[in-house]
């Protein structure tokens, strides 16, 4: 089954500067990858889906890559905000079928700082 | 349109007792798949509910049961409690179709400790 890598330790950035979140996948090269939000006692909000055949992904001041070679997917928040502060996960299929439901990282706490 | 709700949103419970959760799927969503996310982790996937028949399993006991009502709705039961069951549990329900990869739309989850 797949493994899902992210840094879980906070991550802290200034406001107004990018911030760049790592996700390592370690098993077979998934059909695509997602992200998502998550606060503090509340479910997790998705923000956006690649496919493994898209290099990059553009959804307002997010944006995702995905690097196939690099089993890696990268989620950058440009111009960050203070409201940008929360825990961002991600996800892929368990299995290449995808009836074994997602298979989640820890998430990375972003803490951006006025 | 409206969206995912869960109940009760805490609950405590005493091992070896039962509970059963309650969710209502996104107007619009065949699909209803369940998490449990313990504190400090990601979502764990326990299953998944496609026209009211389980099509997908992660790796818990049998003792954690659910049933998919025809209007969507579902039920998450957990038989004899133990301590480690203590943790966030997450409905989440999507439109399942040709395209693999249907975003999930959570619920706040339903809090649950076991004493």
Do not use: M
């Not at chain 2, 133990?82 to 959570?106: I, K």
Request: hydrophobic share 30%; charged share 20%; aromatic share 10%.
């Amino acid at each position: 089954s797949q493994k899902i890598e992210q840094n879980s330790e906070a991550l802290n950035i200034q406001e107004g500067k990018t911030a760049t979140l790592t996700c390592n996948y370690t098993n077979y090269s998934p059909a695509y990858l997602q992200w998502y939000r998550q606060d503090p006692g509340r479910g997790p909000v998705f923000l956006l889906l690649i496919r493994e055949n898209e290099k990059e992904k553009r959804k307002e001041r997010l944006k995702v890559t995905f690097d196939t070679t690099l089993k890696q997917s990268l989620f950058h928040i440009t111009a960050s905000q203070p409201a940008d502060s929360a825990t961002y996960l991600c996800a892929t299929a368990s299995s290449g079928g995808g009836a074994d439901g997602l298979t989640f990282g820890k998430g990375t706490h972003l803490i951006i700082q006025p | 349109e409206t969206g995912v709700t869960q109940s009760p949103t805490h609950l405590i419970k005493t091992r070896g007792q039962q509970v059963t959760l309650r969710c209502s799927s996104q107007s619009g969503h065949n699909t209803v798949s369940w998490y449990q996310q313990a504190l400090g982790q990601g979502p764990q996937f326990i299953f998944q509910y496609y026209r009211e028949e389980e099509n997908g399993r992660g790796n818990f006991p049998p003792r954690f049961s659910g049933l998919q009502f025809p209007n969507y709705s579902s039920e998450l039961n957990v038989n004899a409690l133990e301590l480690d069951d203590s943790a966030l549990y997450l409905c989440a329900s999507s439109f399942r179709d040709r395209v693999s990869g249907s975003p999930l739309h959570f619920g706040n989850g339903t809090r649950l400790t076991v004493t």
